[in-house]
């Protein structure tokens, strides 16, 4: 039992370990050669569906961060499980924002700006996750530290916030696409 108990510790410790290059998040993101079918992808389609996909991961992030600020203090292994947790959420989120980027030229305007709003927040939890996770095998048995709650509260800020803004540009997509299906059915014409 005891040993076991040893393997798990080390394991996690290992795993913790993982260089900062293992976050998708600060990787650049080269857009691919353009193709015959290009020409005819509807783009402004595929970043709205995207968009909607960063949301909902910054949504799971800001829910693991959220029970990790509260997280009882007695279980290094509980909270290494969520930081794990977290940082998956925060690699598959910057494979989505890497697609987002590639295509960046071929959106629409309110997408675009939802895209380079977007980058720095993700950026920002990146770098947080991996201060508590370097925190945590530094200081295995302080999980009481104020430093290590901050980066717990500090991902929960950041990826809430995220979230609601990602919420409000489809907000606002949803309801200038009303605004304008209206004004074609009425036939009212734009004057200047």
């Not at 080390?10 to 691919?32: E, K, M, R, T």
């Not at 991961?57 to 800001?62: K, L, S, V």
């Not at 998956?88 to 309110?110: F, Y």
């Amino acid at each position: 039992m005891r040993l076991w108990k040893h393997i798990v510790t080390s394991s996690i410790g290992i795993a913790l370990l993982l260089p900062a290059g293992a976050f998708a998040a600060a990787a650049s993101c080269p857009a691919g050669e353009p193709t015959a079918e290009s020409s005819a992808w509807n783009f402004a389609g595929e970043a709205a569906g995207l968009l909607e996909k960063a949301q909902s991961g910054a949504d799971r992030i800001a829910n693991l961060a959220d029970r990790l600020r509260y997280l009882p203090t007695t279980t290094r292994l509980s909270h290494a499980t969520r930081l794990m947790n977290i940082r998956r959420e925060i690699n598959d989120l910057g494979k989505t924002m890497c697609r987002l980027q590639a295509i960046d030229q071929a959106v629409l305007p309110w997408q675009r700006q939802a895209i380079g709003r977007t980058l720095p927040d993700l950026k920002q939890m990146a770098a947080d996750t991996e201060k508590a996770i370097l925190f945590l095998n530094e200081h295995p048995g302080n999980l009481f530290n104020p430093e290590y709650r901050n980066y717990a509260s500090d991902l929960y800020e950041v990826s809430s916030g995220m979230s609601t803004m990602l919420h409000d540009f489809q907000e606002y997509a949803h309801a200038k696409g009303n605004i304008e299906r209206l004004e074609h059915s009425l036939e009212l014409t734009q004057t200047s």
